[in-house]
């Protein structure tokens, strides 16, 4: 029998209140999350790709239990996490950490680099009092800071080396798995290789896991054993990097993958331009969510809520009622115009933000 996953997320569903009535009840909500299931293995980097507001990094602080799911369950080494149980929540909250966007924010100004770090050495009573000196230097040279700087306060770093302090902040703790929500998308692209390698080296280095959130799909491609696609709180495809990266099945992960600006060469890509504005996560459409903007949609489409399988030919799983029968991608189209929805989709996609 194969090990249990280091997380297994079942059926996670996660909605906001954004509207009340003068009595103060609901009116509108916001479905940020809609009946995702995923799991993420040990040593393993699963990416989450997918347009801003599509429900990232609400799903991911479901996966620490950071916030808890309005329907679905979460699974750690195959044991289920009670949101209801204090002991659970700790467990996980040290297992699963959380490396995010802006790492000035992330830490305390008031305090150090040392007694940042060495804060989860003593919260979770990791090491003795007499070794969390020597535990907090181990853990600066870990992530290519040097000891001295223990001293130093948060605005004495550049942006990539304050992220190294998230890091190795987010390491003290022992963790199995770390969700990297945008880790690099604050810092200057030569800064990123940097983290982005350090990452890596740690994974191979620790046995860790990344649940490894980007809108970047240069930087998925670098960092991903397998890729979760979503669009508008559903999961549309999921499979290895490969799969999704190279031969993607489903009409949106075609449209991204075509429109990133990442040099494939001897891949065929491109795909029909998606035309329409992204839906309001308030009243997604019916069915597929993807109907309104895809050229393959038909009636079916629009009633039935497709099924997230692999097709005949195995491969990427892919939630489209047409996974088998769709037109191969079409190789690049030499110095073509985007349409002014997909130049719009490009857009929002690539910096990470939607109207
Ligand atoms: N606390 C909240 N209250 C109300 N709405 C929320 C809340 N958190 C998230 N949302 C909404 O839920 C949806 C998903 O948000 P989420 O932050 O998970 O998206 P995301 O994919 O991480 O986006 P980004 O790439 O911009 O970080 C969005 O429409 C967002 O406005
Ligand atoms: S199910 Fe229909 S609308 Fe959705 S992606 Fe497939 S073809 Fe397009
Ligand atoms: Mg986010």
Known sequence: MSAPQVIRAEGLSKSFVVGRDLLGRPTRRVRAVDDVSLSVGARETLALVGESGCGKSTL????????????????????????????????????????????YSALNPRMTAGQLIGEPLMLHDLVPRADRAARVAELMEAVGLAAPQADRYPHEFSG??????????????EPEI???????????VSVQSQILNLLVDL???LGLSYLFISHDLGVVQQMADRVAVMYLGRIVEIGTAAEV???????YTRALVASAPVARPGKRRGSPPVEGDLPSPVAPPPGCHFHTRCPFA????????????????????AACHFRDSLPPAEP??????????????????????VP
Do not use: N, W, Y
């Open 60 to 103: 991911g602080r479901m996966v620490m239990c950071l916030i808890p799911p309005d329907h679905g369950t979460v699974e750690m080494h195959g044991q289920p996490v009670s949101h209801r149980s204090e002991r659970d929540l700790r467990q996980v909250r040290r297992k699963a950490q959380l490396v995010f966007q802006d790492p």
């Open 245 to 251: 990266l190279d031969a993607p099945r489903h009409p």
């Open 203 to 205: 994974q191979e280095r």
């Open 298 to 317: 038909e009636d079916i489409c629009r009633r039935e809520v497709p099924a997230l399988i692999s097709g005949e030919a195995g491969g990427a799983a």
């Open 332 to 353: 690049p189209r030499p110095a073509a115009t985007p349409s002014p929805a997909l130049a719009r989709l490009m857009t929002a996609f690539h910096a990470g933000s």
């Open 160 to 173: 990539g080396q304050r992220q190294r302090i998230v890091i190795a902040r987010a390491l003290a703790a």
């Open 178 to 188: 770390i969700v990297c929500d945008e880790p690099v998308s604050a810092l200057d």
